[in-house]
């Protein structure tokens, strides 16, 4: 059974840092997937913020966390994460990952409609 798990949420003030994990299992290869981390800000629409392409190694950030976001892959490991810098306020929802074969990083992205398959991990970020 495919499963997302994310986790390292919390609390942070503006301009600290937070580290968010997502753990793939059930998996037999990620090799030919994109995995995203997708936003769900109070009152916004869901949006992609931070997307990878593990089939050729392409990134794409949504233009407000550009330089303060970045997505990674623990090694060969299922586990992907992302370092979150310089946290705005604007940053604050529910963080989800995503996956889905045969997509750019951009396209995964930029996707409508996504469907979370875990519960996400909070990150608020206040004095």
């Known amino acids: 059974q495919v499963q997302l798990t994310e986790s390292g949420g919390g609390l942070v003030q503006p301009g600290g840092s937070l580290r968010v994990s997502c753990e793939a299992s059930g998996f037999s290869t990620l090799d030919h997937y994109a995995i995203g981390w997708f936003r769900q800000a109070p009152g916004k629409e869901r949006e992609g913020v931070s997307c990878m392409s593990i089939r050729d190694g392409g990134t794409y950030y949504e233009d407000s966390v550009k330089g303060r976001f970045t997505i990674s892959r623990d090694g060969a490991e299922n586990t992907f994460r992302l370092e979150m810098t310089s946290l705005k306020h604007e940053d604050t929802g529910i963080y989800f990952c995503?996956?889905?074969?045969?997509?750019?990083?951009?396209?995964?992205?930029?996707?409508?409609?996504?469907?979370?398959w875990g519960q996400g991990t909070h990150v608020t970020v206040s004095e």
């Open positions: 995503v996956v889905k074969p045969l997509m750019t990083a951009q396209a995964l992205c930029n996707k409508k409609n996504v469907v979370p």
